[in-house]
């Protein structure tokens, strides 16, 4: 179990690469207000849970 559970985290990170996604985020709404910057971190973390969501579901159909 503990094998998996790396094995996604690693997986997870390699895939995301949440801290160039974090420094991208913040040169891309350096001039944002805090709402709005709040409003599209919101936006982006369903869209990526969605799309995260939809291929874990799915993808091994998609691609066979």
């Given at each position: ?40 971190a ?23």
């Amino acid at each position: 179990m503990l094998e998996i559970a790396v094995l996604s985290f690693t997986t997870f990170f390699a895939t995301v690469s949440p801290i160039d996604v974090a420094i991208l985020f913040g040169a891309l709404s350096a001039k944002a207000t805090p709402e709005r910057k709040r409003a599209m971190a919101i936006k982006g973390t369903l869209i990526a849970t969605l799309l995260l969501t939809v291929f874990a579901v799915f993808g091994r159909d998609v691609l066979g």
